[in-house]
Structures are given as C-alpha cells and as structure tokens.
C-alpha cells in the first residue's frame, strides 16, 4: 500500500511563498523505559518500553491536577526552550527479532542536520493554511493518543500514521502503514501526524482520543473541513522518528519464511499497532504566538537553545532494566505475535 502525504519541508516549498508555515524542531531524547503516565498511571513498569522527549517533569504519574509541567520541568530535550511538552512516542522503540529468537533494540538516529542525542524525534507544529482562519493552540492540560498498540488491520490505521523506507535521508514517499517487506537502505522513519480537529472543550477524555478527530473530507494538507462534532482547528502535530536498521539489513539474518525481523516493542510484528501520545506543556501563550506569527522552521518569537544544550537534559532510568542487550523476550515479557 503506497500512501502520498506533502508533509516535507522540500514538499511544503513547492507551494505559494508563505503559503504554510510551520514550526520544525529537534527533540533529544529523554529517556527511554517502561513509563506511560497516560495509559498507566503511576505504574512504575508499564506494559511496553517508550521513548519520552521533552521535559524533565516526566514521571509515571503526571496527574494535570497536581502537576504543572512548564513549572516543574527545569528543562527540555527540545531546541524551542519555550516547549516542556512531554511527549513520549510508544511507536519509538523496535526490536529486531534474530533467527535464534533473541531481541536486540534498534538504535535510533536524528534527522540530517539535527545531532540530537540518541535520534530522539523531529517535530512539527503547522497552523491552518494561512488566509483560511486561525489555529488554536492546545490549551493547558490537553492530552491525546493517536493509533492503537492492538490495531492489527490497515483499515483500523488512520492514513496519517506510516512508515517510510529511507532509500537515503531524504526519502519522503512510498509511505506504507505496515512494516516494510525489504531492508531499507538508510533506515526505517515513522510518521505519527495527530488529527487537527478538536471538539473544542474537552482536554482528555478517558480514551484520550474522542476529542479529536482528522477533517471530516479532504485531508490537512488539503485544508479539509472539521467535522460538526469537532469544529475546532488545531495545529498539526507530527513527529519523525527514525530507527536505524542498517545493522539488521543483510538478508542471511532475516527470517528462512521470507518475512520481516523488526517488531515493536509491545509485541507487534505488522506495524500497524503504531501510535503516539501527546501531553501538551508550553509555557504560558508561546505556542498560540508562535502559530499566530506563522513563523517558518525558525521561530524568533520563541526562546530555543542549541540541540548540544537539549542533549544534556535527561532524566534517571527508574525501572532501570537491561533493554539493550540480545533479549531473550521482550521487556516487560510482552508476548510476540504468532
Ligand atoms: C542469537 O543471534 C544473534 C544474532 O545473530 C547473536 O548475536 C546472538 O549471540 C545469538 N544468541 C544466542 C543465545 O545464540
């Protein structure tokens, strides 16, 4: 399945000057284990290991009642210091399964030009088409889950989550919402764009994801209207992530069926159990500034600090398990599909 989304910065250009603009930043990353103060609160061992960027107030609880997150972060892997977003990408963590059935993590890499620790994520932020209203910014305690860890059929996949099998850095089509089938020569990106509507009032629901939806026809790109029940645009959120599989790319190591070796880290051998959770951060109005301004990659309205200075924010591993060695199962004993 070949899906076509303009979401590259090359793509954006080839459109009206100042027709889009957008914010695109590098996020280090923070952490990686076994936390989902979304899904599981206050479990310190959370089903499946993640990767978090963003502020240091990460902890297994992040309850919005007690916890600030702009005031209790003291500081962020991302280069836009204004944004202590937490977001942690349960997309982020693969597996490669060997022959013998042992697990091995696959490194993570930044994008070109960003040196951020680790590969963390890249990040977007784009407002509506300019001239065709506003954008309004998440407002505090905004939380939201795209995708399913138990979606295991392309048609329960919103098109908006794929892979990308770099054939050099700079791929950006032939996206496919399931793992791809041949080694990719520069390695594996994934994409998670969230849905750009919201319902205009509630935060975080139970399911952290009815407040949301994608444009009820047309897409984003194509400044497709919002639903009824979700009249309320907001920015697109998207997120790069890119695993380096090139270690794993001789064929002779990939399973005598035919099949593919990575999995994710909660067991999912198809990929079409990718998602994404967001818990919105900023500081006070920067972000609803910084979406008004139509600011393009560079924000000067914002307060950032070189990717160096993102990279020495980090926070301790609390579960503090061996993740990265030849793994005899999953962390967490997650089962593997059969
Ligand atoms: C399993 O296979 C991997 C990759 O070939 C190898 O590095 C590892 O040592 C093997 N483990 C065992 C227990 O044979």
Excluded at 61 to 78: H, K, N, Q, V, W
Excluded at 162 to 187: H, I, S, V, W
Excluded at 264 to 289: E, P, R
């Amino acid at each position: 399945m070949q899906l076509q989304l303009q979401h590259t910065v090359a793509g954006l250009a080839l459109l009206a000057p100042g027709a889009l603009a957008l914010l695109r930043f590098s996020c280090s990353q923070l952490v990686v284990e076994r936390l989902d103060p979304l899904v599981t609160p206050g479990v310190t061992g959370s089903p499946h290991v993640h990767q978090i960027i963003g502020g240091n107030s990460f902890r297994p609880s992040m309850d919005p009642g007690s916890l600030d997150i702009p005031t209790a972060s003291t500081c962020t892997t991302c280069t836009f210091a204004d944004d202590f977003s937490n977001y942690w990408e349960q997309t982020a963590i693969l597996y490669f399964q060997a022959r013998n059935g042992t697990f091995k993590r696959v490194p993570q890499k930044p994008n070109v030009g960003f040196e951020a620790a680790k590969g963390g994520m890249t990040v977007y932020y784009t407002p509506v088409l300019s001239g065709q209203g506003k954008v309004t910014a998440f407002k505090p305690g905004f939380r939201m889950i795209v995708g399913n860890p138990v979606n295991r059929a392309a048609s329960d996949v919103p098109r908006q989550l794929t892979f990308t099998c770099l054939k050099d850095p700079y791929t950006r089509d032939g996206e496919t919402k399931d793992f791809p089938k041949q080694p990719c020569p520069a390695g594996i990106m994934v994409n998670v764009r969230f849905p750009t509507c919201w319902d205009g009032v509630t935060l975080d629901p139970p399911d952290h994801q009815s407040h949301v939806a994608y444009p009820s026809s047309g897409t984003f790109e194509s400044n497709g209207p919002c639903p009824a029940s979700h009249p309320v645009k907001i920015p697109q959120l998207f997120y790069e992530v890119i695993f380096d599989t090139t270690p794993f790319n001789d064929k002779s190591l990939w399973p005598a069926d035919g099949s593919q070796p990575f999995v994710w880290s909660f067991g999912d051998k198809s990929g079409l159990g990718n998602h994404g959770d967001y818990v919105f951060g900023w500081k006070g109005d920067a972000l609803q500034k910084a979406m008004d301004s139509n600011c393009n990659i560079n924000c000067p309205a914002l307060k950032s600090q070189s990717i160096q200075q993102g990279n020495q924010c980090t926070v301790p591993d609390i579960v503090g398990e061996d993740i990265d060695g030849w793994l005899t199962e999953l962390p967490g004993g997650m089962p593997v599909d059969k």
